[in-house]
């Protein structure tokens, strides 16, 4: 015999006590939306948007919301949709947070999860700051690159998220590869770091009204070279690490990560050297952006990878 409250029992069940694959669904849904906010971010740039609303917290100067005239309608909307975008990746940090504590999972869990929280209300900030210099190009980098970093921590809360708490942390690679899972993902903050600079340099400010105003005033060549150089040193040292990992009859799933990774990165590549013979037409910035956010991730599992508690329960 059932009863009417019979869905309803099962779904404050499942909250009251969150399941593994409930946790681990929220914290999908948190590293997508990491990675998809700075997609949007993109869109925003390259349609010159960046100033459809033109100030912060507000939309326009009296208005949280977009005024009609102030801004062409559909600047507004991009910028204001981005903004949206926020609240949403709030929710899904609060569910993940919420989960793993009713859940009463160990302190590394818990502090990455605060750690996302936290670094969306910083990087709502450091957006708002954005728009009230102008989207000078040092604004905007330090926006994007925080956004990496949150990607990295949703992508290892994932990781982490399916481990027993009660199990001891295994070894899981050499010393050798673990050191160069950690040099490569140095490297790869160097790419992050110089293309932000390419951006900069580069011919779209994020709104046409600011025009080259504020922009970085280096040559854009040889930024993209420097920005090359970084791209095949974090390559090189990737590709070392798949080396050792095949060498060392690694395990499988990990393994496999790197071999995504790697075909990540040649997606990247290939991507960046368009843009570099083409002159950065708008179509390519969403999808670079998009693989920025898919490297960064598969470079955090891959590291994770590496140390683990097993076993992992999914």
Same mark, same amino acid.
């Given at each position: 015999?059932?009863?009417?409250?019979?869905?309803?029992?099962?779904?404050?069940?499942?909250?009251?006590?969150?399941?593994?694959?409930?946790?681990?669904?929220?914290?999908?849904?948190?590293?997508?939306?990491?990675?998809?906010?700075?997609?949007?971010?993109?869109?925003?740039?390259?349609?010159?948007?960046?100033?459809?609303?033109?100030?912060?917290?507000?939309?326009?100067?009296?208005?949280?919301?977009?005024?009609?005239?102030?801004?062409? $309608?559909?600047?507004?909307? /991009?910028?204001?949709?981005?903004?949206?975008?926020?609240?949403?990746?709030?929710?899904?940090? /609060?569910?993940?947070?919420?989960?793993?504590?009713?859940?009463?999972?160990?302190?590394?869990?818990?502090?990455?999860?605060?750690?996302?929280?936290?670094?969306?209300?910083?990087?709502?900030?450091?957006?708002?700051?954005?728009?009230?210099?102008?989207?000078?190009?040092?604004?905007?980098?330090?926006?994007?690159?925080?956004?990496?970093?949150?990607?990295?921590?949703?992508?290892?809360?994932?990781?982490?998220?399916?481990?027993?708490?009660?199990?001891?942390?295994?070894?899981?690679?050499?010393?050798?590869?673990?050191?160069?899972?950690?040099?490569?993902?140095?490297?790869?903050?160097?790419?992050?770091?110089?293309?932000?600079?390419?951006?900069?340099?580069?011919?779209?400010?994020?709104?046409?009204?600011?025009?080259?105003?504020?922009?970085?005033?280096?040559?854009?060549?040889?930024l993209a070279y420097v920005h090359a150089g970084a791209m095949y040193v974090y390559l090189f040292t990737t590709l070392v690490t798949v080396y050792l990992l095949r060498r060392e009859h690694a395990p499988?799933?990990?393994?496999?990560?790197?071999?995504?990774?790697?075909?990540?990165?040649?997606?990247? $590549?290939?991507?960046?050297?368009?843009?570099?013979?083409?002159?950065?037409?708008? $179509?390519?910035?969403?999808?670079? /952006?998009?693989?920025?956010?898919?490297?960064?991730?598969?470079?955090?599992?891959?590291?994770?990878?590496?140390?683990?508690?097993?076993?992992?329960? /999914?």
């Amino acid at each position: 015999m059932t009863t009417t409250d019979g869905a309803p029992s099962r779904l404050r069940a499942a909250w009251d006590q969150p399941s593994i694959r409930l946790q681990r669904i929220f914290a999908l849904l948190l590293l997508l939306g990491q990675g998809g906010i700075t997609v949007t971010g993109s869109l925003v740039r390259v349609t010159g948007s960046g100033l459809g609303c033109d100030t912060w917290p507000l939309c326009h100067e009296g208005s949280l919301v977009p005024v009609p005239g102030a801004a062409p $309608w559909i600047h507004q909307a /991009i910028e204001f949709g981005n903004r949206l975008l926020t609240f949403v990746l709030s929710a899904a940090a /609060i569910a993940v947070l919420v989960a793993v504590i009713r859940a009463g999972r160990r302190r590394e869990i818990v502090g990455l999860a605060i750690a996302s929280l936290a670094g969306i209300g910083v990087q709502a900030v450091i957006g708002g700051i954005s728009v009230l210099v102008n989207l000078h190009w040092w604004a905007v980098a330090i926006h994007f690159l925080p956004s990496m970093i949150l990607v990295w921590i949703a992508a290892l809360l994932y990781m982490r998220i399916a481990e027993s708490d009660d199990a001891a942390p295994q070894q899981r690679y050499s010393p050798t590869a673990r050191t160069l899972t950690v040099l490569a993902a140095v490297a790869l903050s160097l790419v992050l770091i110089t293309g932000t600079m390419v951006t900069g340099s580069g011919p779209h400010s994020g709104d046409a009204g600011v025009g080259m105003e504020g922009r970085l005033d280096l040559d854009t060549r040889m930024l993209a070279y420097v920005h090359a150089g970084a791209m095949y040193v974090y390559l090189f040292t990737t590709l070392v690490t798949v080396y050792l990992l095949r060498r060392e009859h690694a395990p499988k799933d990990a393994f496999r990560t790197s071999l995504v990774l790697v075909g990540a990165l040649l997606v990247q $590549w290939a991507v960046g050297v368009t843009q570099f013979y083409l002159g950065v037409p708008r $179509w390519t910035v969403p999808i670079h /952006i998009a693989m920025s956010s898919v490297v960064v991730a598969f470079c955090a599992f891959l590291y994770a990878h590496g140390r683990r508690r097993m076993p992992t329960l /999914i």
